[in-house]
Every structure is written in structure tokens, then in C-alpha cells.
T-cell receptor, first 115, second 115 residues
Framework: AQTVTQSQPEMSVQEAETVTLSCTYDTSESNYYLFWYKQPPSRQMILVIRQEAYKQQNATENRFSVNFQKAAKSFSLKISDSQLGDTAMYFCASPNGGSQGNLIFGKGTKLSVKP | DTGVSQNPRHKITKRGQNVTFRCDPI?????LYWYRQTLGQGPEFLTYFQNEAQLEKSRLLSDRFSAERPKGSFSTLEIQRTEQGDSAMYLC?????????????FGPGTRLTVT
């Protein structure tokens, strides 16, 4: 079965600092997308960033960037200049099989940004 | 707000009762997904539709669960003879096929409590 592993259940960072959240995945697909989602407390899940597997260049969205290592099946999220509003659960997700129909999510990393 | 809406937001029911949830996707999206999320876990896939066709169902979706998307717009998820183990957040997401990344946009969820 395909899996997504987030090895850090909880992390904390000081405001304005940089933090990196880890994710490893397992897929047999040759081309696929990977996603990081953010779920603030009691609020809905928001797409943070996506990475296309065949692109060598790491994706960047403002303060969010990824370090994608395809051979190692590693997909970490770096948050620069952390803000209080970044406090949330962060989930890594990869497609389950070739249909790109459904996503498999990791168990999440709870990030707390401290003032 | 992603544009995906779900109703009701909260539902408390007694064991053995039937419940129905509704999801209204982003209007131009042809794909609609249902996930279940329990406390401390990432979302788990239940089923998805492309237009009105139900293309995939998880083994998690027991015979007590049924989902419909009759006109390819909104969808309903019904749980019959609810059990305490059905208590969870039920998330709906929508997306558009053929756009490569198959990004999914999530609604706020329906929190079900079975007493």
C-alpha cells in the first residue's frame, strides 16, 4: 500500500524564524503531483503548495518552498519568516495510484509559531 | 473560503439513526471527493465522482455508506444505522480533471457525533 509519512508530530518555531517540515512518500507512479495542505485550528484545509514530480525545480509560493528529492521520495516544506497565522496542522499528500483520483495524507505536523 | 460549502456543519445523532450530509463544490469543478478525518489523523479517502459517475470507492466505505451526485453538481453522503465509530469530520473536496495537477479544494467539513 502506498504511504505518506510525516515523522514530526509537533514542531514549534519563533516568529520570523525558518522551519522545515519533513515528509516521505511511496508511490509507483512515474509522474505525479505532491501537495502540502494547511489546516488552521477549527478551520478548513487550504492548499499551500504543490510540486510536479518531473520538474527538477523546487516549487515556491511566497514564504513557502519545498525541497523535493525524487530519488529519496522526500518532500519537505520550508516556511520562512514564520508568522503567527502559520500556526496550524500541516499535511503532506500524494496521489494514490494512477488515477490521480484520491490523495493519501500523512498524519500531519502540528506547527506552533510563538511570538 | 475555498468556495466549497458543506451542510450541516455539525450533526449530533443517536446510534442507529440515519444521517445525510450535503456538499456543494466549486461550480466549474467536475470532480468531487469525500474524505473522513478523525482526531489526530490526516483525511482518509472515501469516494469520488467525476460528473455524476462514482469512479472510486474505498474499502472504508461500508455498505452503510452511500454517496450520490445525481446531476453532477452537489453531492450527498448518507450513513445508515450510525455507529459510534462513525464519529468524525467528513470533508468534501472538489477539483477539475484534465488540468494536470488534480488539485483538490476542501470545504469546512461536517462534524458528526454519534452518541
Amino acid at each position: 500500500a502506498q504511504t505518506v509519512t510525516q515523522s514530526q508530530p509537533e514542531m514549534s518555531v519563533q516568529e520570523a524564524e525558518t522551519v522545515t517540515l519533513s515528509c516521505t512518500y511511496d508511490t509507483s507512479e512515474s509522474n505525479y503531483y505532491l501537495f502540502w495542505y494547511k489546516q488552521p485550528p477549527s478551520r478548513q484545509m487550504i492548499l499551500v503548495i504543490r510540486q510536479e514530480a518531473y520538474k527538477q525545480q523546487n516549487a515556491t509560493e511566497n514564504r513557502f518552498s519545498v525541497n523535493f528529492q525524487k530519488a529519496a521520495k522526500s518532500f519537505s516544506l520550508k516556511i520562512s519568516d514564520s508568522q503567527l497565522g502559520d500556526t496550524a496542522m500541516y499535511f503532506c499528500a500524494s496521489p494514490n495510484g494512477g488515477s490521480q483520483g484520491n490523495l493519501i495524507f500523512g498524519k500531519g505536523t502540528k506547527l506552533s509559531v510563538k511570538p | 473560503d475555498t468556495g466549497v460549502s458543506q451542510n450541516p456543519r455539525h450533526k449530533i445523532t443517536k446510534r442507529g439513526q440515519n444521517v445525510t450530509f450535503r456538499c456543494d463544490p466549486i461550480s466549474e469543478h467536475n470532480r468531487l471527493y469525500w474524505y473522513r478525518q478523525t482526531l489526530g489523523q490526516g483525511p482518509e479517502f472515501l469516494t469520488y465522482f467525476q460528473n455524476e459517475a462514482q469512479l472510486e470507492k474505498s474499502r472504508l466505505l461500508s455498505d452503510r455508506f452511500s454517496a450520490e451526485r445525481p446531476k453532477g453538481s452537489f453531492s450527498t453522503l448518507e450513513i445508515q444505522r450510525t455507529e459510534q465509530g462513525d464519529s468524525a469530520m467528513y470533508l468534501c473536496a472538489s477539483g477539475q480533471s484534465g488540468e494536470g495537477s488534480y488539485e483538490q479544494y476542501f470545504g469546512p467539513g461536517t462534524r458528526l457525533t454519534v452518541t
